[in-house]
């Protein structure tokens, strides 16, 4: 399959590509500095492109089976984060003009503002608002990705990220903002940046939480 990878420098989405590889993928890394990128292999390409412009992305994505995102911005208490919605506002474009209709999309729990209720109370009064910029831009991402008609997308959801590789665990898979235990608390804290990669390829060939989004966690 051909995939094409936005945000493969950052640590997620090198294991992304890194997996996508070792699965026999034929992969397209589109980043804005190639030089970040050291993975070498035969069906690795990496072309540096305007993330923000459908007229630089389109050329990158045309032919391809899917589009697979792990881009991330960091947060901003002043301005706001923009930064996901431009991007994935370019790259639908890009989409539609070259007629690819797949895209996986990677974002967080606890992007809606009031999923969080059940959260531990140092993620609800102090993490989180920290992050609040970069939850409430995926958030708008996301209702714009659930406004397109004509787009197989998928939301990913997963918990605080840690830079471990992947394992072999059970994913525990939920339709919302969380994964939730049987009182509805949050299942676990972090998942490693691996097993994400891990997940996000399992949805390559699977029509499961297409046109939906999806909170996970390892088991």
Known sequence: MKIAVLGATGLTGQHLVEQAL?????VTAIVRNPGKLTTRH???????????SADSLKAHIKGY???????????????GVTGYT????????????????RI???ASWYTEPNSASQAS?????????IIRSILTNMHEMEQFLDGTQDINWTVVR?????????TDQEFKTHEGYFVPDPSGKPVGTSISRGDVARFMLSQVNS???VKKGVAFATQ
């Open 22 to 26: 070792q699965q026999g993928h034929e």
């Open 42 to 52: 035969d069906k690795l390409k990496v072309v540096e492109a305007d993330i923000f």
């Open 65 to 79: 089976d899917v589009i697979m995102s792990c881009l991330g911005f960091p947060p901003s208490f002043f301005a």
């Open 86 to 101: 431009q991007y994935i506002s370019a790259l639908v474009s890009a989409m539609r003009e070259v007629k690819v209709n």
């Open 104 to 106: 996986i999309v990677m």
């Open 121 to 129: 109370c140092l993620a609800r009064f102090v993490l989180l608002p």
């Open 158 to 166: 997963p918990p605080s990220l840690n830079n471990l590789p992947a």
């Open 207 to 209: 029509d499961s939480w």
